[in-house]
């Protein structure tokens, strides 16, 4: 590994309760020692079961020089495999998704089944050793239908956090959903305000009309009477018991224990059912246990590089896939009921409004805070109260940071 000693001392100066010294977000080296480094040390959001539905299904995740693809075997199980071929290297996949019956090298055709093995390779010597030449796998996990991926070769413990995302959204049954839209956005800023970015509502009041339509500011959703939005504190009272009493409640989490993960029941504002602009369900077919629509839904955040939204009637998905010091793309999926018919039970149009202007509004704030960030004016500045996400996701990526440094013997 390169000797990433500057980063170190960069690690050393971050202040609690304040934003990273500039190199962390801006420098060529903070780029390469994240995407070679720290970035590699975690579990990293790829797509859902549902981007790769029947045997031979691929979706591509792609970060800086990395490319992975995920594949559905004939086994029904998915696996992830680095985007290079095992005879002389060329990309296998590529495009973004797609459907193969084999693995297939575009270069001189060595072909692969869908579970990575080394099935034809013309011209070999006579003592050419197959087996020694399947695809190499990447660490994939599935937490009840969110597929992450570690390019660790002894990745972290992913349990308890596996269990409870799964326990959170089973009833979502994401084997049974589908994908009708997918987004990617190219934001000129660092990955880490992207996410930075999408772990505060301080900024929402002013910047996200459509997405207030159904989110309530304060705790990312929860109804607070002081922002005039959800319901008053018995109204919230209320829902959750009923919540409760339907078989669908589930209790906010926060990363815990310096954890990953943060899952929880909110409710929408203003009675909205789904995110939408007019608070209706997106879709016709519902996609949780209940028969008519609540207005809540469970969401999902994840270290570094996540968060999900489900709604009654739809799922939308984000993962942040860093692409140079001041590139990133942030990725959004819109999943309904696979039994949902375009133009009948919902339209792309509808389903995707809230998130594409939201989206837009945020990759301005990340990309405005990034143009600041790179002053000579900038100086590490301190969280507000509302902020105490950022600040966990700060604090995660620093410790992490530190740990990789330290696991690769540069403490
Ligand atoms: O989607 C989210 O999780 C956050 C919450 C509020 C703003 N934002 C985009
Ligand atoms: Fe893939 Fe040659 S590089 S078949
Ligand atoms: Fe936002």
Same mark, same amino acid.
């Given at each position: ?72 075997? !004939? ?189 929880? !029941? ?30 809540t839904s469970v969401s999902v955040w994840t270290q570094p590089n996540s968060w999900h939204h489900f709604c009654c009637d739809h799922v939308v998905t984000f993962s942040v896939m860093p692409q140079g010091p001041d590139r990133s793309i942030l990725r959004t999926s819109w999943l309904v009921h696979e039994d949902a018919v ?20 945020? !990759? ?48």
């Amino acid at each position: 590994m390169r000797n990433f000693a500057s980063i170190a001392e960069l690690l050393n100066q971050d202040r609690p309760g304040y934003t990273l010294p500039q190199a962390l977000y801006t420098s060529e080296e903070a780029f390469r020692f994240d995407t070679e480094v720290m970035l590699k040390s975690v579990w990293l959001y790829a797509c859902t079961v549902a981007h790769v539905k029947n045997p031979g299904d691929f979706y591509v995740f792609e970060m800086a020089n990395n490319s992975v693809f995920i594949v559905r075997g !004939r086994d029904g199980e998915v696996r992830a495999f680095y985007n290079t071929c095992t005879h002389r290297g060329s990309r296998i996949c590529q495009v973004q998704a797609g459907t193969m019956p084999r693995i297939m090298c575009p270069y001189h055709f060595w072909t692969f089944g869908l579970d990575g093995k080394l099935i034809a390779a013309r011209g070999m010597p006579d003592d050419f050793d197959k087996g020694a030449h399947n695809l190499r796998q990447v660490a994939l996990e599935n937490c009840g239908g969110l597929l992450f991926i570690c390019l660790a070769d002894n990745p972290p413990p992913i349990e308890p956090a596996k269990q409870d995302i799964a326990a959170a959204i089973g009833i979502y049954n994401m084997d049974k959903l589908k994908v009708a839209a997918v987004e990617d956005l190219h934001d000129t800023a660092n990955w880490k305000l992207v996410m930075e970015n999408n772990r505060e509502c301080y900024h929402c009041e002013a910047n996200h009309p459509e997405l207030l339509n159904s989110l309530s500011g304060s705790g990312f959703g929860r109804g607070n009477p002081e922002d005039g939005d959800a319901a008053d504190e018995d109204d919230v009272t209320a829902q959750v018991e009923r919540w409760k009493a339907m078989g669908v409640w589930r209790d906010l989490v926060e990363f815990p224990d310096g954890g990953w993960h943060r899952v929880g !029941r909110l409710s929408l504002a203003h009675g909205a059912l789904s995110q939408t602009m007019d608070g209706q369900p997106a879709s016709r077919k519902l996609i949780w246990p209940v028969e008519h629509a609540e207005p809540t839904s469970v969401s999902v955040w994840t270290q570094p590089n996540s968060w999900h939204h489900f709604c009654c009637d739809h799922v939308v998905t984000f993962s942040v896939m860093p692409q140079g010091p001041d590139r990133s793309i942030l990725r959004t999926s819109w999943l309904v009921h696979e039994d949902a018919v375009e133009g009948e039970d919902y339209t792309v149009e509808n389903l995707t409004h809230v998130w594409k202007a939201t989206n837009r509004q945020d !990759r301005h704030l990340a990309e405005m805070n990034h143009a600041g960030i790179v002053t000579d004016g900038y100086r590490p500045g301190p969280y507000a109260l509302e902020e105490n996400l950022v600040d966990a996701f700060k604090t995660f990526y620093v410790e992490r940071a530190k740990a990789a440094l330290e696991a690769a013997g540069q403490p």
